[in-house]
């Protein structure tokens, strides 16, 4: 009896292992053919501003329609994509295809919002990233003043001398760089003063618990004071009820971004939901 037991729960372990470790072999054979099956979509996000509580920023979020696996998030490709090298060619696309929509949204005679767009580690190594972003720029008649790259804190266990060059020579274009998933990552005090960046993005887990954990609230304040002193604008991540909301505004935090204003929706539904025309 325990044998059998035992044999059934190997089994049904080494068939999870097997079905996991199959999926992912099967994510990364078919993320090699995604792009030329224009099987990306990107999806955009919200960000709000606290004066006014009007629509100033949209996070370019990148999904996967699968032809077998349906929707595939992030969560799911974008690690297999860093440690294949594939983010750099997903990257590029979701960016210009992000500039792409944001143009259009433009000529349409919209309101004009800025587009953040992430980059990944792997990303931002790269020796001709800000070329490529200039072209991306050009090719798709984008003012650079609107766009948005978010690099996490691990940036900054590279390199330090090629990351402020290379955030200097982005901000000589026009565009604004903003730290991503900002209290999670390593040295993020130290490294703050010496980057040349606008904005951080405090992180979903500390916005979660914010009203009912004194020690989160207290983080995110000390924050949002910290970055402001230090010129920086605030977007928090992740707000999902009018509580977080109110006491963000208290604290003074610039820009909020996260369910209680909507989820990341495709193209067309962000423009029904969001966009205005310009008066
Ligand atoms: P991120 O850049 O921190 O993006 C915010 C994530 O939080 C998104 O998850 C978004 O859907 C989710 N989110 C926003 N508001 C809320 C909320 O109120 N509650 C909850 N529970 N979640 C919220 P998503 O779209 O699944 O993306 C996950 C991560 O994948 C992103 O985190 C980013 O690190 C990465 N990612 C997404 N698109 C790209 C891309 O085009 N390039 C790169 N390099 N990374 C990407
Ligand atoms: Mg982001
Ligand atoms: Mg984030
Ligand atoms: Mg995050």
Redo the contacts with the bound molecule.
Sequence with gaps: QAKDKGRNTYQKYRYEMNSKHAKRIKIECDLRKAIEFQEFEV?Y?PQTDADTGKVVCM????RWNHPELGVV???EF?PVAEETGL?IN??EW?LREACRQTKEWQEAGYNHIKIS????AR?FQQENLVETVSSILRECGLDANYLVL?ITETVSMQNIDFVVRTLKELNELGIQVSI??FGTGYSSLLYLKSFPIQSL?ID?SFIRDIIDDTDDAAIASAIIAMAHNLKLKVVA????TEEQLKYLKENHCDNF????FS??VPAEEFEKKFMSKRS
């Design positions: 999806y996000q996070e370019a979020l990148v998030l992030p969560s974008i983010i997903i990257g979701v767009v992430n980059l990944s990303q978010e991503d998933d993005k979903r991540e992740g707000v999902e971004q996260g369910y209680l989820k990341p």
